[in-house]
């Protein structure tokens, strides 16, 4: 029987969006119950998180984890939509290495940050990419994301290869536009790939048009719920069915996995639940004598 859930990392290749990209996988599942966690843009190329069946749950807590990034940053202009895709609407000569070094370490930690008005973030129940290409000038409002890490590579004197560590809401883009106001000139972005979403790396992805179920369609593990923030608990054979039927449990079923103390500390109230044999099972909230089901995936 072929299994329909699960999650997969998909190597995006440059010129299709990241819907386009899920066509194979769903083609291939015959299901169209497939989703992403994290857009990238259609120029953009690198990791996609895939979730298919019951993980399509799972998307915000895989949304929310950080990226790494390679960005290739073009000074001399800025386009409209900050990407290659774009018509110019501001120009200035590129800064010098020293300018632009000096300007880095005004982008690293926490800082507000404007998103592109070329974006997809809801304005008032509409898209804003919408509403500028309706007319609208838009005043985008800043937003606290984290830059963990930016690293200048090199630098012609036109463009900046840089790698960015950086929190989930982070615009790469807008990253690149501030850059060169803060260096005294103008940019976009002209070339970027994801090659890390929390601990799943770029390295292990296969092609939309190579992807096969049964070799890359795999299960949460532990470690992966841990990066999640959940805290991992292994049930009881006897208990599965009950489990997976959504039967009121006790709550002192749930025991620790084995070396509980190779895992990271959770930052969620929610229990990653798996069986013996290591099978995820869902969700839950350990509270009281009986636990609450907040995601049920395993089949009885």
Same mark, same amino acid.
């Given at each position: 029987m072929k299994r329909l859930s699960g999650l997969a990392l998909l190597a995006k290749p440059a010129g299709i969006t990241s819907f386009q990209a899920l066509g194979p996988i769903k083609a291939r599942l015959g299901s169209g119950k497939v989703g992403h966690a994290g857009t990238l843009d259609r120029f953009a190329t690198g990791l996609l998180v895939v979730l298919a069946g019951a993980y399509s749950?799972?998307?915000?807590?895989?949304?929310?984890?950080?990226?790494?990034?390679?960005?290739? @940053?073009?000074f001399g202009a800025e386009t409209a939509t900050l990407d290659p895709e774009g018509e110019v609407i501001a120009e200035a000569p590129p800064p010098s290495r020293a300018a632009l070094e000096a300007v880095l370490p005004l982008f690293r930690g926490s800082i507000l940050q404007a998103p592109p008005a070329y974006s997809a973030?809801?304005?008032? *129940?509409? &898209?804003? !990419?919408?509403?500028?290409? =309706?007319?609208?000038?838009?005043? /985008?409002?800043k937003r606290p994301v984290s830059i963990y890490a930016l690293e200048?590579? =090199? !630098?012609?004197?036109?463009?900046?290869?840089?790698?960015?560590? #950086?929190? =989930? *809401?982070? !615009?790469?883009?807008?990253?690149a536009r501030d850059l060169a106001v803060a260096a005294g000139s103008r940019a976009s972005l002209v070339a970027l790939e994801r090659r890390a979403i929390g601990p799943l790396e770029l390295s292990a992805a296969s092609a939309p048009m190579s992807f096969e179920a049964e070799r890359d369609l795999r299960c949460l593990d532990p470690r992966l719920a841990c990066a999640? *923030?959940?805290?991992?608990? /292994?049930?009881?054979?006897? !208990? &599965?069915?009950?489990? #997976?039927? *959504?039967? &009121?449990?006790?709550?002192r079923v749930l025991g620790d996995l084995p070396d509980m103390q190779a895992y990271q500390a959770p930052i =969620?109230?929610?229990?990653? @639940?798996?069986?013996?044999s290591g099978d995820f099972l869902g969700l839950v909230a350990e509270c009281g004598p009986f636990f609450e089901y907040r995601l049920v995936i395993g089949e009885a």
């Open positions: 749950r799972l998307a915000p807590y895989f949304t929310a984890l950080d990226k790494h990034y390679a960005a290739r @940053v073009r973030i809801h304005l008032d *129940g509409k &898209r804003a !990419y919408e509403r500028v290409r =309706s007319g609208e000038r838009l005043d /985008m409002p200048l590579v =090199s !630098y012609d004197g036109q463009d900046a290869e840089l790698l960015v560590h #950086c929190s =989930s *809401g982070t !615009y790469i883009r807008s990253l999640l *923030g959940f805290r991992p608990r /292994m049930l009881a054979e006897r !208990y &599965r069915r009950g489990f #997976c039927n *959504g039967l &009121r449990l006790e709550t =969620s109230e929610l229990s990653a @639940v798996f069986d013996t």
